[in-house]
C-alpha cells in the first residue's frame, strides 16, 4: 500500500489541472509526504468551479466520535471502499483528485543494508514516464470536531498492483486518467461508472530503487529521488 510519496510543483500541477481557485498555499518542494501531514487536495467545488485545498492525509469520516483520530485511514482499498461505513459515503460523492510525482514501495523480498546497518526492504519510487504530475483517486470528507472544529481530510484508493510494478508490492495506488478527471469528480457519476473508472486507471509505470534514507519521515530532499547506482 502506498504510505509515502513526493509532491510536483506547482506549475507542474497547474499544467495538468485547470484550478479555479487556490484555497491553500502551494507546500514548499516535498519528496518524502506521511501519513496524517497536509497535503494539497482538488475537488469540484459547489458553485462547480476547480477548487485546491490542504487536507489532512488520513480520512475521517463525518460521523466518527472519538475524540483520537482514526488509524490507517490514508488508503481505501476500491474493492471494499462501496460498501465500508468509512469510505461508502465518500466514493458515492466526495472524490476527490491527489496531485503527486510518484510514490515509495518497499520490496520485502528485496533485504538491504540501511546507513545504519539495519537491514531493511529495498524502497523503490514509481511513477509514470514522460510526465512530472500524476493524480492519485482520492476520497474526502469533513469532519466536526468539539467547539464546531471542522477538519478536511482525504484518503487515496487502492488496488492491485500493475504487472510493471507486481514483483515490488502487490498494491498501488488508483492512478487516474487525466480523461477521466472531470467524471471522477462529478458528485453526479453513477456508481458503475465510477467503477469503470477505477478498473480502467493507469497501469504504465517506471520504477527503480532509492536510498532507504527514505524509511525516516524527518527526511524530505531531492535526494532521496535519485536512483541508486547499479
Known amino acids: 500500500m502506498c504510505g509515502r510519496f513526493s509532491l510536483p510543483d ?11 481557485r487556490w484555497n491553500w498555499h502551494w507546500p514548499e518542494p516535498r519528496f518524502n509526504v506521511a501519513p496524517t501531514t497536509r497535503v494539497p487536495m482538488v475537488s469540484r467545488a459547489e458553485d462547480a468551479l476547480l477548487e485546491l485545498n490542504g487536507a489532512r492525509w ?3 469520516p463525518h460521523w466518527w466520535k472519538k475524540d483520537a483520530s482514526p488509524s490507517l485511514t490514508f488508503n481505501a482499498r476500491s474493492e471494499e471502499a462501496a460498501e465500508k461505513p468509512t469510505w461508502r459515503h465518500s466514493l458515492r460523492k466526495l472524490r476527490c483528485l491527489m496531485p503527486t510525482r510518484g510514490w515509495y514501495e518497499w520490496n520485502e ?11 531493511v526492504k529495498q524502497p523503490y519510487f514509481i511513477c509514470a514516464p514522460n510526465t512530472e504530475t500524476i493524480v492519485f483517486a482520492g476520497l474526502w470528507a469533513i469532519w466536526t470536531g468539539q467547539e464546531s472544529t471542522q477538519v478536511l481530510s482525504c484518503a487515496l484508493l487502492s488496488k492491485a498492483a500493475a504487472p510493471d510494478i507486481l514483483h ?9 486518467r487525466p480523461e477521466d478527471f472531470d467524471t471522477w469528480l462529478d458528485p453526479n457519476t453513477p456508481e458503475p461508472a465510477v ?4 478498473a480502467d486507471s493507469r497501469n504504465d509505470f517506471d520504477s527503480y530503487p532509492v536510498s532507504t534514507r527514505v524509511n525516516n519521515t524527518r527526511n524530505d530532499f531531492p535526494e532521496l529521488l535519485v536512483p541508486l547506482k547499479a
Open 10 to 20: 506547482e506549475a507542474a500541477v497547474a499544467h495538468i489541472l485547470k484550478i479555479d
Open 58 to 60: 488520513g480520512l475521517i
Open 109 to 119: 523480498k528485496e533485504l538491504v543494508r540501511s546507513d545504519s546497518g539495519r537491514q
Open 168 to 176: 515490488i508490492h502487490d498494491r498501488m495506488p488508483v492512478v487516474l
Open 195 to 198: 467503477q469503470e473508472i477505477i
